[in-house]
C-alpha cells in the first residue's frame, strides 16, 4: 500500500525520501514536518552535528497547496555540513558500526565509503516521512508518543541525567531503554493470514531497523516468560455503546498479529553509541596492523532521538496497515469505510 525509499550520505548534499501511497486530500502542513525533524535533534548527550543541522525538509512534488494529490511525495532536506569530498580517509573500522564488514563487502578503500551511508544520518528521512503518516494517522485520531525509561541501568531522570554526564567526563558512551506507545488504534490492523502481514513483525521490523537497536519488546514482552497464562493475559469485556474492551493490556494492543483495539506499546532497547573517543583495538586496513579505531565526531547518547525515530517507523507501518485494511485513493473514501466498519463492530 504504502513505501518509501531514502537517499543521501551522511556529508552528501542532502538527505532525499520517497513517499509512495499517500491518499489525495490530505492537508500537509510543513511545519508539522520540520517540528518533528527538531524533535530528533533533541536530547541530552548529543554530539556537534546536532549543532551544526538545523534540519528543516522541502516537499517537491505530490502536493498542490498542502493538499496531497496521490502522487509519489518526494521530501528533500539538506545537509549544511556537506562535506563528503573534502573529508579524510577512514582506515581503522570502528567496532559496533558497519565499517569492517561493509569495507570487505563493497572492495572500498576508504571506510568513509561505508560510513557516510550507514550513518544514522538517514534516520531524517524516517522521520520526515514518519511525520506525513503521522498527520494521517492523525486524521483518524491516532496519535504516537516516546519516552526514554532508562539510561545505563538508571531509569530515574536525574539517574539517566549523571549516567550521560559520567560517559562525557570519561570519553565514553551509553545506551538505554525507551517506550513507544499508539493510543487510538482501531482493532483489525494487520493480520495473522500472512507471517509478514503481522503488525507486531511489521512494527517489531519498522524499529529494528534504526541504526543502534538491538531488541524490541511488544507489550509485556520478556516477562511473559516469568508468569503463568492466567496472569498475563487480558480478560474480555463488553459494554454497549463501548464495545469490547480490556482492564489490562499485557498484549500491548496485539494478538494474533492484529491490533486489538487496546493501546499499542512498544519497547526498544538502543545500544551505546559505536564511535568512542577513547577507541577500542582495530587494524589498519592498508598495513593490517593493529591500530586504534578511528574517532569521528559523534554523539555520546540518542535514546531520546531513537524514541522519536521509532515513532515514526512506527507510525509508516501503521498508515500502510490502516491503509491495507481502509483502502481508497482519496481521504474522503478512506474516512467512509472506517466509519462503515466502525458502526459494524460496535
Ligand atoms: C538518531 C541516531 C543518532 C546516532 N548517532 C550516532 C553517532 O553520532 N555516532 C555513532 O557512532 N553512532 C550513532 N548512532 C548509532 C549508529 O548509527 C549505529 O550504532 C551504527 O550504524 C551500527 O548499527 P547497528 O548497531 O544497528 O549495527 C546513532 C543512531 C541513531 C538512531
Known amino acids: 500500500m504504502l513505501r518509501y525509499l531514502t537517499a543521501g550520505e551522511s556529508h552528501g548534499k542532502a538527505i532525499v525520501a520517497i513517499l509512495e501511497g499517500m ?5 500537509l502542513e510543513l511545519d508539522r514536518i520540520n517540528k518533528e525533524l527538531k524533535r530528533r535533534q533533541q536530547g541530552f548527550g548529543r554530539g556537534k552535528r546536532m549543532q551544526i543541522e538545523r534540519d528543516r525538509g522541502q516537499i517537491i512534488s505530490g502536493l498542490k497547496n498542502n493538499i496531497t494529490l496521490g502522487s509519489p511525495i518526494a521530501l528533500l532536506i539538506q545537509n549544511k555540513d556537506y562535506s563528503i569530498e573534502k573529508l ?25 565509503d561505508v560510513l557516510e551511508r550507514a550513518s544514522a544520518r538517514s534516520t531524517v528521512a524516517t522521520v520526515g516521512i514518519g511525520a506525513i503518516c503521522k498527520i494521517f494517522l492523525g486524521e483518524f485520531g491516532i496519535k504516537i508518543f516516546s519516552k526514554v525509561l532508562s539510561i ?18 570519561t570519553k565514553d558512551t551509553v545506551g538505554g531503554i525507551f517506550e513507544v506507545v499508539v493510543k487510538r488504534v482501531p482493532v483489525g490492523l494487520g493480520t495473522y493470514a500472512q507471517p509478514d502481514r503481522r503488525l507486531d513483525s511489521r512494527l517489531a ?21 516469568e508468569k503463568f497464562g492466567s496472569e498475563v493475559h487480558d480478560a474480555i469485556y463488553y459494554t454497549r455503546g463501548k464495545g469490547y474492551f480490556r482492564k489490562t493490556n499485557n498484549a500491548g494492543g496485539i494478538e494474533g498479529g492484529i ?31 593493529p591500530a586504534k579505531a ?10 531520546d532521538a531513537a524514541g522519536v525515530v521509532a515513532e515514526s517507523a512506527c507510525a509508516f507501518v501503521l498508515a500502510d496497515a490502516f491503509l491495507e485494511k ?21
Open 294 to 303: 578511528t574517532v569521528e565526531r559523534s554523539d555520546i547518547c540518542v535514546v
Open 259 to 289: 491490533s486489538n483495539g487496546e493501546d499499542i506499546i512498544l519497547h526498544a532497547c538502543m545500544k551505546p553509541i559505536s564511535t568512542l573517543l577513547n577507541p577500542l583495538d582495530s587494524v589498519n586496513i592498508i598495513t593490517r596492523r
Open 23 to 27: 491518499p489525495a486530500g490530505l492537508h
Open 326 to 346: 481502509f483502502a481508497g485513493d482519496s481521504l474522503k473514501d478512506i474516512k467512509q469505510a472506517y466509519r462503515n466498519y466502525l458502526r459494524r463492530i460496535i
Open 88 to 112: 579524510k580517509k577512514v582506515i581503522s573500522p570502528r567496532p559496533g558500526h558497519a565499517d569492517l564488514a561493509g569495507f570487505l563487502k563493497y572492495g572500498f578503500s576508504d571506510i568513509r
Open 152 to 169: 545505563g541501568g538508571r531509569h530515574s531522570k536525574q539517574g539517566m541525567r549523571e549516567k550521560i554526564t559520567e560517559a562525557v567526563k
Open 205 to 225: 521490523g519498522g524499529i529494528m531497523s534504526i541504526p543502534g537497536i538491538k531488541g524490541v519488546e511488544i507489550g509485556l514482552g520478556f516477562d511473559y516468560a
